[in-house]
């Protein structure tokens, strides 16, 4: 069964800290890696990564792939009271016909003043 | 905003009732899915829908159905509820093929 692992499972930081979350998956016919922002109410989305070791930046974020050992990193720095949210991975894969994504449970980021 | 809307926002309702929840998807987007969200569970595929065909099932009970109709919209059917269903619904839409998904704001059913 297609797993996503999330770590850690939340996080309090004070702001200007930099922080990493942690994604790892195990995806038959893992194609990309997408990461989300959810604040109150739907998932935005952030990044997504196809190709390992190629760096993605937004900012203060930056994602990274490790198709090797499975695993993917979201990097904020600097962070602010507004990075506060739940941040989501999900391995994506070609269905019939389709296109799905699993999801992690997901890493609650609080950033306090 | 992302384009996708559903409705309703919220929605409570008794054991053994049920309910049609309904997204339309952005412009454009032929690719419908429905998530499921709990709090102790993360998001739960349930199900896909590509130009008004059923193209993949995931933790979906059988209880509920849903459908894409000709004009891409799509319902979700939930009947016989219990109080385990209570929880956020998301639609999603997409263009198709590899790609992000778009999520509406959720439908949040409470069951008492």
């Known amino acids: 069964e297609d797993k996503v692992v999330q770590s850690p499972l939340s996080l309090v930081v004070h702001e200007g800290d930099t922080v990493t979350l942690n994604c790892s998956y195990e995806v038959t016919n893992f194609r990309s890696l997408l990461w989300y922002k959810q604040e109150k109410k739907a998932p935005t989305f952030l990044f997504m990564l196809t190709s390992s070791g190629i760096e993605k930046k937004s900012g203060r974020l930056s994602s990274i792939l490790d198709k090797k050992e499975l695993f993917s990193i979201l990097n904020i720095t600097a962070t602010q009271t507004g990075d506060s949210a739940v941040y989501l991975c999900?391995?994506?894969?070609?269905?019939?016909?389709?296109?799905?994504?699993?999801f992690g449970k997901g890493t609650k980021l609080s950033v306090i003043p | 905003d992302s384009g996708v809307t559903q409705t309703p926002k919220h929605l409570i309702t008794a054991t053994g009732q049920r309910v049609t929840l309904r997204c339309s998807p952005r412009?454009?987007?032929?690719?419908v899915y429905w998530y499921q969200q709990s709090l102790d569970q993360g998001l739960q595929f349930l199900i896909q829908y590509y130009n008004g065909e059923e193209r993949a099932k995931g933790n979906i009970l059988e209880r509920f159905s849903a459908q894409q109709f000709p004009d891409l919209h799509s319902e979700l059917n939930l009947s016989s509820l219990e109080l385990g269903d209570s929880a956020l619904y998301f639609c999603a839409s997409s263009v198709g093929g590899v790609g992000e998904l778009f999520f509406g704001e959720g439908s949040r059913l409470t069951v008492l």
């Open positions: 999900a391995g994506g894969y070609p269905g019939a016909g389709s296109y799905q994504l699993t």
């Open positions: 412009s454009g987007d032929l690719s």
